[in-house]
T-cell receptor
Framework: EAAVTQSPRNKVAVTGGKVTLSCNQT?????MYWYRQDTGHGLRLIHY???????EKGDIPDGYKASRPSQENFSLILELATPSQTSVYFC????????????FGHGTKLSVL | QQKVQQSPESLSVPEGGMASFNCTSS?????YFWWYRQHSGEGPKALM?????GDKKEGRFTAHLNKASLHVSLHIRDSQPSDSALYFC??????????FGDGTQLVVKP
């Protein structure tokens, strides 16, 4: 089964600090995604990528940057973290074909104090 | 705007009972539908897909799609406590954008 690994699993940050969430997939998937999950909002798309060097804005990109330096790695960057960004963040990867499923990591729980 | 709407928000069924989830999309460009399941403390995991009108059965799980009404449903028969989880409907369009519903929390009581 496809493997998506996120790090760290838990992170506590201070308001105004920089946070980087990392994601690695070993299945040569073209597409990678960053979602946040909050109670009552389900999964909301922040940024996504179609391949190395590409990043696209999702539905809630404000306050976040993304970086896809290679096929395997996709990072989410919070330059100036705010308490409203306290959430659980999930990375996912999937193939290019529209009928393919997504594979999710275990998530990163971020608390911004 | 919410492109994929799920109901109910939560559901409680007895062990051995039938659990049913509904999903309605607002975009006729959606061609591919998936159901995902998320157990507490884990990431979502794809459960089953449905791309054609009608029913698709996989073990205790049956999905139904009606493209004309943009409605998708999932039914779990003989529900088990291990089925207790958050269930998401996801729709994917030809531009590879994927939209998730807000989820339905299922509790199966022993």
């Amino acid at each position: 089964e496809a493997a998506v690994t996120q790090s760290p699993r838990n992170k506590v940050a201070v308001t105004g600090g920089k946070v980087t969430l990392s994601c690695n997939q070993t299945n040569n998937h073209n597409n990678m995604y960053w979602y946040r999950q909050d109670t009552g909002h389900g999964l909301r798309l922040i940024h996504y990528s179609y391949g190395a060097g590409s990043t696209e804005k999702g539905d809630i990109p404000d306050g976040y940057k993304a970086s896809r330096p290679s096929q395997e790695n996709f990072s989410l960057i919070l330059e100036l973290a705010t308490p409203s960004q306290t959430s659980v963040y999930f990375c996912a990867s999937g193939g290019h074909n529209s009928n393919e499923r997504l594979f999710f990591g275990h998530g990163t729980k971020l608390s911004v104090l | 705007q919410q492109k994929v709407q799920q109901s109910p928000e939560s559901l409680s069924v007895p062990e051995g009972g039938m659990a049913s989830f509904n999903c309605t999309s607002s975009d006729r460009n959606f061609q591919y539908f998936w159901w995902y399941r998320q157990h507490s403390g884990e990431g979502p995991k794809a459960l089953m897909s449905i791309f054609s009108d009608g029913d698709k059965k996989e073990g205790r799980f049956t999905a139904h799609l009606n493209k004309a009404s943009l409605h998708v449903s999932l039914h779990i028969r003989d529900s088990q406590p291990s089925d207790s989880a958050l269930y998401f409907c996801a729709a994917r369009n030809n531009n590879n954008r994927i939209f998730f519903g807000d989820g339905t929390q299922l509790v199966v009581k022993p």
